[in-house]
């Protein structure tokens, strides 16, 4: 594992997380580690450039790691992983492989499950294509699962952190103070006090709704100026933010062992965390020094400037 550049808060690796954990320079970083926020590859039945395995070999690939990122988290340290959808070859049933993964890594980690997150993007486009396109006896596959877990039942976490902009009519009810208070048909019994409080914001739900469209960003930009083809499964930058806010402070350490465009490491500098990104593919380490050219300077190991 090479160092392929440094930022003023992080270090983006040069190699495999396999390889890393065997690594005099990640073992320093046990029990230092507040959040690992990763998208590892999905286990898919195409063949991906990226890499990405498939079957039970995905599971059992997965699951070994889940040990190596327990001993990295601090005590009350969380992971975030994202293990999107597959569908069974030649038909149109879901596999099961994605929830089979992730309970083969939650056990072999020893880890609390602290909740599901589903992240809603409105603009993928539909598929799996032959049952959604052709044969039209399916909807499209707009979601994938982003799952919170812990060493701990109590992990570091403040909603305060991520809340939402009021709505027009809670910003009236507030101002108003007019609530109809009472039984509901559910027979929930709503009080007047915790619904007109200003909490200076909306809790969020569990669903996050982000559509995957940048057209102009910084890292698209360079990419291009340097001739770069982008990483075809980018992360959208809210939802690392999201969860960095949610599960850090400032200045802890945020670790992302399949860093593709490093969207954590950018989304950890600009949020003033500290990070840490591993990533096998040279040429999605170069091109993601596009996204820290108006943030932050970047110092290229000799690997990038040969």
Not at 19 to 41: E, R
Request: aromatic residues 12%.
């Amino acid at each position: 594992m090479k160092i392929a550049y440094k930022t003023k808060r992080g270090i983006f690796y040069y190699g495999l997380i396999e390889n890393a954990f065997n690594s005099k320079k990640l073992v320093s970083y046990k029990g230092k580690v507040n959040l690992i926020l990763t998208s590892p590859p999905f286990p898919l039945n195409r063949k991906k450039k990226y890499g990405n395995r498939q079957g039970k070999e995905y599971i059992e690939w997965l699951s070994k790691l889940a040990a190596k990122f327990s001993e990295l988290i601090t005590e009350d340290g969380s992971i975030v992983i994202e293990i999107g959808n597959s569908w069974n070859k030649g038909e149109p049933t879901m596999s099961t492989l994605a929830l089979e993964a992730l309970l083969a890594f939650k056990e072999k980690g020893n880890l609390y499950l602290c909740q599901q997150f589903v992240w809603n993007n409105p603009a993928k486009l539909p598929t799996p294509t032959q049952w959604v396109n052709i044969k039209r006896n399916r909807l499209k596959d707009s979601f994938t699962n982003i799952w919170w877990l812990s060493k701990s039942p109590y992990p570091k976490a403040d909603n305060k952190k991520v809340l939402l902009e009021y709505s027009e009519s809670m910003k009236r009810l507030i101002k108003t103070k007019r609530y109809n208070s009472g039984i509901r048909p559910s027979e929930h019994s709503i009080g007047k006090a915790s619904f007109l409080n200003d909490n200076r914001g909306a809790i969020p739900s569990n669903v996050l709704t982000y559509a995957n469209t940048q057209s102009g960003s910084d890292y698209q930009k360079y990419c291009l100026s340097k001739n770069i083809k982008p990483h075809p499964a980018r992360m959208v930058p809210q939802i690392s933010e999201f969860f960095i806010k949610l599960l850090t402070d400032e200045n802890d350490l945020v670790f992302d062992p399949f860093g593709g465009s490093n969207t954590t490491g950018y989304s950890a500098e600009k949020l003033n965390r500290n990070w840490i990104s591993v990533e096998p593919n040279l040429n999605y380490i170069i091109g993601s020094i596009g996204r820290f050219e108006n943030l932050s300077r970047v110092k290229r190991s000799k690997i990038i400037d040969n």
